[in-house]
């Protein structure tokens, strides 16, 4: 299974939304509707911002949206913030029955 | 809470295996999540290594199936990883972590790092 395609980096100004998108197959992103997003620190841990393709875990931030057109998943933030500057990889449920990752993104704020 | 930790070697030979175990606080391994592997090779991103139900059933990356076996040991309420054959490119900060149906992953451990060397 190959990794999903995200673009290598996104950046924005403070208050500014981003989205970051996640091309797949309808053998993963396009069959399902498991995407979820994960933000990571350096040196720490992923942690889901997103799961489901739009929904949200309690104690994560309305700023961070997910929807999904065809073989391509996007997550969104909005009102970018310092504290959102950090890796963001989608992931995606696949018709063998395993999950496969982007190739992440990084977010730079401005 | 629920919490994990991986143990294990921190250091593994070439061709040898490698071998961890994520115990699980908080939360009882057959209560109805998967639990899964990923891991992350220096400065690079994350792949997924596999994922098991309490019941034994095993879902493996492709890339990595011919190398890998996972178990649950319920008794303990932990769960282990063997990968056999490594090479370099197995040298990863490994994590497990609970899955849901779907693939949300909701609660990871710290992560370790594993380097193939000889």
């Known amino acids: 299974q190959s990794a999903l395609t995200q673009p290598a980096s996104v950046s924005g100004s403070p208050g500014q939304s981003i989205t970051i998108s996640c091309t797949g197959t309808?053998?993963?992103?396009?069959?399902?509707?498991?995407v979820s997003w994960y933000q990571q620190h350096p040196g720490k841990a992923p942690k889901v911002m997103i799961y489901?393709?739009?929904k949200r875990p309690s104690g994560v931030s309305n700023r961070f949206s997910g929807s999904k057109s065809g073989n391509t998943a996007s997550l969104t933030i909005s009102g970018l913030q310092a504290e959102d500057e950090a890796d963001y990889y989608c992931?995606?449920?696949?018709?063998?029955?395993?999950?496969?990752f982007g190739t992440g993104t990084k977010v730079t704020v401005l | 809470q629920v919490q994990l930790q991986e143990s294990g070697p921190g250091l593994v030979k070439p061709s040898e295996t490698l071998s961890l175990t994520c115990a699980v606080s908080?939360?009882?391994?057959?209560?109805?999540?998967?639990w899964g592997w990923v891991r992350q090779p220096p400065g690079k991103g994350l792949e997924w290594i596999g994922t098991?139900?309490?019941?034994?059933?095993?879902y493996y990356n492709p890339s990595l199936q011919s190398r890998v076996t996972m178990s649950v040991d319920t008794s303990k309420n932990q769960f282990s990883l063997k990968l056999r054959s490594v090479t370099a490119t197995d040298t990863a900060v490994y994590y497990c972590?609970?899955?849901?149906?779907?693939?949300?992953?909701?609660?990871w451990g710290q992560g370790t790092l594993v380097t193939v060397s000889s």
């Open positions: 972590a609970r899955v849901a149906v779907g693939g949300q992953t909701d609660f």
């Open positions: 908080g939360y009882s391994v057959i209560s109805g999540y998967y």
């Open positions: 098991i139900y309490h019941s034994g059933s095993t």
């Open positions: 309808s053998s993963d992103v396009g069959g399902y509707d498991y």
């Open positions: 489901d393709v739009s």
């Open positions: 992931c995606s449920f696949t018709s063998i029955t395993t999950y496969v």
